[in-house]
């Protein structure tokens, strides 16, 4: 199975930076799509960014240009780029994969634990 560790979370005042990273580990399998989703306190959990195998990529409406998604397929790991943070950007930041494991002919959804980004005004 499939495990995700993500880091880079922290305080930052607004209109500062941050760069969230997710390792994904295991064996026997091909990642498809990565991505980030965020759950800001009170709120429904919301898609932020994503990345296909190809390299192209989505944003949540808020985020467009000022997020940056990323991957290193050598390394198994998605970036976000984070910039011109807003105080409405505090969430908990949660890394997304989907997966096909080898053998199987479906392909599953894989979460990270939560990172916290908080942006204070």
């Known amino acids: 199975q499939v495990q995700l560790v993500e880091s880079g979370g922290g305080l930052v005042q607004a209109g500062g930076s941050l760069r969230l990273s997710c390792v994904a580990s295991?064996?026997?399998?091909?990642?498809?799509?990565m991505g980030w989703c965020r759950q800001p306190p009170g709120k429904q959990r919301e898609m932020v960014a994503s990345i296909g195998t190809g390299g192209h990529t989505d944003y949540l409406a808020a985020v467009k240009g000022r997020f940056t998604i990323s991957r290193d397929n050598a390394k198994n790991t998605v970036y976000l780029d984070m910039s011109s943070l807003k105080p409405e950007d505090t969430a908990v930041y949660y890394c997304?994969?989907?997966?096909?494991?080898?053998?199987?002919?479906?392909?599953?959804?894989?979460w990270g634990q939560g990172t916290q980004v908080t942006v204070s005004s």
């Open positions: 295991g064996s026997d399998f091909r990642i498809n799509t």
């Open positions: 997304h994969v989907n997966v096909a494991y080898f053998g199987w002919a479906s392909t599953y959804d894989h």
